[in-house]
């Protein structure tokens, strides 16, 4: 039998039971957890565990607009990251538990994602149409990995994908502080590394929004990444090939 698992922001009893007895009557098996908002502890890390299992076909998230602190968009961001890059084809809904919810106000890492209300007629068919079919991985232009321990803090990996290669790489945040920074093997925090003319405390504007950023010179393919340390919760990042002029290509994460 495939398996629902379900994040409900918030501990609203009776949406989850009935998101639960409308999976039962389409012969999906549903089971979940409430999420806890502790992004410095990395409590998000706690489910991932049962994100792995490949009997959970379809991950529901449930909440409304309110419930979207940005402790609780940052955490749901570096979760849905890390399931991204270990398990691609897990499906993925939104539960509207609030009628408010639309996608231009989910973090970036959730766009795409179906919406649909608690209380819709089309609950029980979304919820087995996710759970039958695979999720569609987006062909993208680098490569975005979290790394992730109570014990060395949040990092975040960088790249190019494909064949393709950068000549150097940059990595800012709004919000947050960058404090420390690598190249190495990709997959891999390196233990040690050679940072080729390293920069820090670089300035980036888009639109209105300031980003702090560092960077360095290191050819980056597809075996070599760019690995940066953030501290604290930012409300976004961009990251990209090393630009030698403002009009360099950069790739936005909104959380």
């Given at each position: 039998?495939?398996?629902?698992?379900?994040?409900?922001?918030?501990?609203?009893?009776?949406?989850?039971?009935?998101?639960?007895?409308?999976?039962?009557k389409y012969g999906l098996k549903a089971d979940g957890h409430f999420w806890v908002d502790e992004v410095k502890k990395?409590?998000?890390?706690?489910?991932?565990?049962?994100?792995?299992?490949?009997?959970?076909?379809?991950?529901?998230?449930?909440?409304?607009?309110?419930?979207?602190?940005?402790?609780?968009?940052?955490?749901?961001?570096?979760?849905?990251?890390?399931?991204?890059?270990?398990?691609?084809?897990?499906s993925l809904l939104w539960v509207d538990t609030g009628d408010e919810v639309t996608a231009e106000e989910l973090p970036?890492?959730?766009?795409?994602?179906?919406?649909?209300?608690?209380?819709?007629?089309?609950?029980?068919?979304?919820?087995?149409?996710?759970?039958?079919?695979?999720?569609?991985?987006?062909?993208?232009?680098?490569?975005?990995?979290?790394?992730?321990?109570?014990?060395?803090?949040?990092?975040?990996?960088?790249?190019?994908?494909?064949?393709?290669?950068?000549?150097?790489?940059?990595?800012?945040?709004?919000?947050?502080?960058?404090?420390?920074?690598?190249?190495?093997?990709?997959?891999?925090?390196?233990?040690?590394?050679?940072?080729?003319?390293?920069?820090?405390?670089?300035?980036?504007?888009?639109?209105?929004?300031?980003?702090?950023?560092?960077?360095?010179?290191?050819?980056?393919?597809?075996?070599?990444?760019?690995?940066?340390?953030?501290?604290?919760?930012?409300?976004?990042?961009?990251?990209?090939?090393?630009?030698?002029?403002?009009?360099?290509?950069?790739?936005?994460?909104?959380?």
């Amino acid at each position: 039998m495939k398996s629902v698992w379900i994040t409900a922001l918030a501990e609203e009893q009776v949406s989850i039971v009935n998101l639960i007895e409308t999976a039962s009557k389409y012969g999906l098996k549903a089971d979940g957890h409430f999420w806890v908002d502790e992004v410095k502890k990395m409590a998000w890390m706690g489910v991932t565990g049962e994100l792995r299992k490949t009997e959970n076909t379809l991950w529901v998230i449930a909440g409304k607009l309110e419930d979207l602190k940005p402790t609780v968009r940052y955490g749901l961001t570096l979760l849905v990251l890390t399931m991204q890059m270990e398990r691609p084809d897990l499906s993925l809904l939104w539960v509207d538990t609030g009628d408010e919810v639309t996608a231009e106000e989910l973090p970036t890492s959730l766009a795409g994602i179906p919406i649909v209300q608690a209380d819709s007629a089309l609950l029980g068919a979304k919820l087995a149409a996710g759970a039958n079919m695979k999720a569609r991985p987006p062909e993208l232009e680098y490569r975005l990995r979290v790394h992730a321990n109570p014990g060395f803090g949040i990092w975040f990996e960088v790249g190019p994908a494909g064949d393709e290669s950068w000549v150097g790489a940059m990595f800012a945040v709004n919000g947050g502080e960058v404090k420390a920074h690598g190249a190495g093997p990709a997959n891999v925090l390196p233990e040690k590394c050679v940072l080729e003319y390293p920069m820090e405390g670089l300035k980036l504007n888009l639109g209105e929004t300031e980003y702090i950023g560092w960077a360095v010179s290191n050819r980056l393919d597809r075996e070599l990444s760019y690995f940066v340390k953030v501290d604290e919760v930012p409300e976004g990042f961009l990251f990209g090939p090393l630009a030698e002029d403002e009009a360099g290509e950069v790739h936005v994460v909104r959380i």
